[in-house]
């Protein structure tokens, strides 16, 4: 791997250009989905370990619900007969015998809640989805503007029209709109519309991992489950919105739906009730980030969660096991050690397993022997499960387990019986541990970011398949799921190339991993596994090359997930989320890039050639990551050359990414010299972000924070002055020293009585 490195000014020659005008094989068998009822029952009865905690849930709760077609007629509140307050609390009276509450809980936060029957007793989502709705007091009022009642808030201005009743949100100037209702919210007996105007440009993200293009405008999106997991379905769903008018909703539902983004917006869930929290911004992140103060921040991963996964059945002897029984090293749960030791002989970064991802697989007692071995390699260990969690007290408090993936045939009906199911393996390792949850779902919704990584199901190693996955993982982040991955290569079929190309990108998003013993034949003689030190040469090779950067960019990535813990921005972030005034960013014209974090452009290529169109750099200066080329944007960059082992990468001008020295798990190595790769143009900053990676401690505030500051002449040449400050703040392993080293990146190398020595500090 060529790291563009230059020590002590020793600057790259860039070249500066101004763009142009913007101008398989399958074994039935072993398929996740289950063959039958009887069929899955007695399998999941009978496995080792992780056995169903209480009665199995019947099939047909295993059987995703669809929208609901509409019965009956078609009604409507009527007009407004009285309008009440009570303290934060709005109540609205119409005549048809509906009534109507706004629940203002912070100036730029309230509650939009219509019962056709005039009461309020049922909610169904209760406090599942709305963790937080206690803001404190805030100032409001309302007065009657005699077409309409006007709720002041102090940043919104919410009108109540009042023949028909319908609702409009303005700023607090009542004059800008933000949305506005063009007819009257309508129900049937089983389902509930709004509709909303929609601008002449006004742009939607948002509802959750949808399998395709994130900018949705013109689209109609299922917000329900069905486990299909192809382009334009939507693996985790979530009841939530945004738009560029500088608003979200989340409807506060566990009911299936489906959003029309068109003129007019339609916004339909299966239920006769009417209920959602609305956000308002004055930018795309700080909707995300009042969405998040309500539904929950993205939990904090363990570091070992950043590295890369490895799931199959390694106890193939098990007589209840649905594969291939005389699969070669994978006959008992201690075999995967040997595959531990092959990814240590290969040199090849990796964090943890999954040994028994497999119908009937089980593992093998005692369970904490082989959880030791792996941890002796630097692995942790996690369990997958198709029937529930009766033993995890036991596999995390005794046997040492940290990790959970729940399946299809458990928690495959979705919405709330998913949802709990995901929070039973959050409480099992946070009750029985001081370790921060680790879980993996496969049926989200709108709260899951808080508590799981959401991954888009059984696909395939196809380039196209690697397509729709690129705005699939950016676009889940503009509904705060900051932890959205697919296995790399998918799970069937695949190829040495597809597999490589997979990788390079995924190594850049937070979590990712790999998934065995459905793949390509014989990607290495003997096997059909997807571990990426199973390929030959260049593959080999290339897959290490990635997997080595993405350790090296640990510190970075790490810190880009705890501005997610803590304003609900993604790491893996769509380019509008950057440079929402970019008119091309606003749309899918980007959906085949992202940013990774605040200062990498990540272009995919996700096709078989070695040459990448269609890369949009926006305004400011973009630095090629493996020539040191610059490019000044905005615009499109054609015939980027990209052989196999060129993922396309830049660098926006002012990145500050600090990185590690180079080692294949966390904590192999002390961090003793910590790089800061700086690319100066203009004031920029970046504030480090640590903590001991593996507890729950830095909910109690062990963890430090170090802030360094770049300045640099915007255009042209000068003077950078690099200030580095002392890491604030304890936790425990926080090294009393470490050196430090600056890569500055400069059209030439300054002169020699020109540098300074960086002071190193503790």
């Keep these: 791997m060529r790291l563009p490195s230059i020590r002590k000014g020793q600057g790259r020659q860039g070249r500066q250009n101004r763009l142009g005008p ?5 074994r039935a068998a072993r398929r996740r989905r289950p063959r039958s009822a009887a069929a899955l029952l007695a399998a999941a009865l009978a496995i080792t370990g992780l056995a169903a905690a209480g009665p199995l849930a019947p099939l047909a709760a295993a059987v995703p619900v669809t929208p609901a077609a509409p019965a009956g007629a078609t009604a409507t509140a009527g007009d407004v007969t009285g309008f009440t307050q009570s303290g934060n609390t709005f109540t609205v009276t119409a005549s048809g015998g509906a009534k109507a509450r706004v629940v203002v809980a912070r100036a730029d936060i309230f509650r939009l809640w219509l019962s056709p029957d005039g009461t309020f007793t049922h909610d169904p989502a209760g406090t599942d989805l709305a963790v937080t709705t206690d803001f404190g007091s805030v100032a409001t009022t309302y007065t009657d503007a005699g077409a309409y009642y006007r709720i002041t808030t102090g940043a919104l201005s919410i009108r109540v029209n009042k023949s028909p009743l319908r609702f409009s949100v303005y700023r607090a100037d009542n004059t800008t709109p933000v949305w506005q209702e063009t007819q009257s919210t309508s129900w049937t007996g089983n389902q509930t519309t709004q509709y909303l105007a929609r601008g002449a440009d006004e742009q939607f993200y948002g509802t959750g991992l949808r399998l395709g293009e994130w900018a949705l405008r013109g689209k109609t999106v299922p917000i329900a489950v069905d486990n299909k997991w192809r382009e334009n379905d939507n693996a985790s769903p979530a009841p939530f919105y945004m738009s560029t008018n500088g608003y979200g909703v989340m409807r506060n539902t566990w ?89 240590r002989a290969a040199d090849m970064p990796s964090g943890w397993f999954l040994p028994n991802d497999g119908y009937g697989c089980g593992y093998t007692a005692p369970l904490k022997s082989t959880v030791d071995a792996l941890k002796d390699k630097g692995f942790q260990t996690g369990l997958w499960t198709s029937t529930g969690l009766g033993s995890i007290a036991d596999e995390v408090g005794t046997a040492g387990s940290r990790g959970v993936k729940t399946d299809v045939a458990w928690i495959g009906s979705g919405y709330k019986y998913a949802f709990d199911g995901v929070q039973q393996a959050v409480d099992g390792i ?23 990584v959401v991954w888009t199901g059984d696909t395939h190693g196809t380039w196209d398949d690697m397509r729709w996955h690129v705005p699939a993982v950016t ?10 991955a697919g296995d790399i290569d998918g799970i069937f079929g695949g190829s040495p190339k597809t597999y490589t190309r997979d990788l390079q990108w995924k190594a850049f998003t937070p979590a990712f991993m790999t998934m065995s013993g459905w793949g390509a034949t014989n990607p290495s003689a003997g096997y059909q596994d997807k571990q990426p030190w199973r390929f030959a040469e260049p593959y080999l090779s290339i897959n290490r090359k990635y997997l080595q950067l993405k350790m090296r960019l640990m510190p970075y990535l790490y810190t880009m997930s705890r501005v997610a813990h803590e304003t609900g921005v993604p790491s893996t972030r769509a380019m509008v989320l950057e440079y929402p005034d970019d008119p091309v960013a606003r749309g899918n014209l980007t959906s085949g890039q992202f940013m990774a974090g605040d200062s990498l452009l990540v272009a ?29 944007g905005p615009g499109r960059l054609n015939g980027y050359q990209a052989p ?11 990145g500050i990414v600090p990185m590690w020295p180079q080692m294949n798990h966390t904590g192999e190595k002390p961090v003793s010299t910590l790089t800061y790769d700086i690319h100066p143009r203009g004031v920029s900053s970046f504030s480090l972000y640590e903590d001991d990676g593996r507890t729950r401690a830095h909910q109690s505030g062990a963890y430090a924070r170090q802030q360094v500051g770049v300045t640099a002449p915007a255009t042209g040449s000068g003077d950078v002055t690099v200030t580095v400050g002392a890491p604030v703040g304890s936790y425990t392993g926080k090294p009393a020293s470490r050196g430090y080293e600056f890569t500055l990146h400069v059209a030439s190398a300054p002169p020699p009585s020109r540098w300074t020595e960086p002071q190193r500090r503790a």
Excluded at 301 to 327: I, K, T, V
Excluded at 475 to 484: D, E, F, K, W
Excluded at 606 to 620: E, N
């Design 430 to 452: 946070e009750k029985n541990s001081d370790a921060r949850r680790f879980v993996w779902t496969v049926d989200g919704w709108a709260g899951t970011q808080r508590n799981a």
């Design 22 to 26: 913007i101008g398989s094989r399958t």
């Design 644 to 654: 196999l082992d060129t993922l396309p990468l830049f660098v926006k001008g002012g």
């Design 604 to 632: 995919p290529v996700v096709s078989d050639t070695s040459v990448r169109d269609g890369i949009h750099l926006p305004a400011g200066t973009w630095t090629d990551y493996w020539t040191g080329r610059t490019y000044a």
């Design 475 to 484: 676009g889940a982040g503009l509904s705060a799921l900051n932890y959205a």
């Design 255 to 343: 009911a299936p739906g489906s959003y029309g983004f068109n003129a007019p917006t339609t916004l339909t869930h299966d239920e006769k009730r009417f209920d959602a929290w609305y956000f308002t911004g004055d930018s795309l992140k700080s909707v995300l980030d009042a969405y998040t103060d309500v539904s929950g921040k993205p939990f904090m991963a363990p570091m070992w969660g950043f590295e890369l996964g490895n799931a199959d059945c390694f106890n193939a002897s098990n007589p209840d096991y649905q594969g291939d029984h005389d699969r070669p090293r994978h006959q008992t749960t201690p075999d995967v050690v040997g595959y531990a030791t092959d990814a």
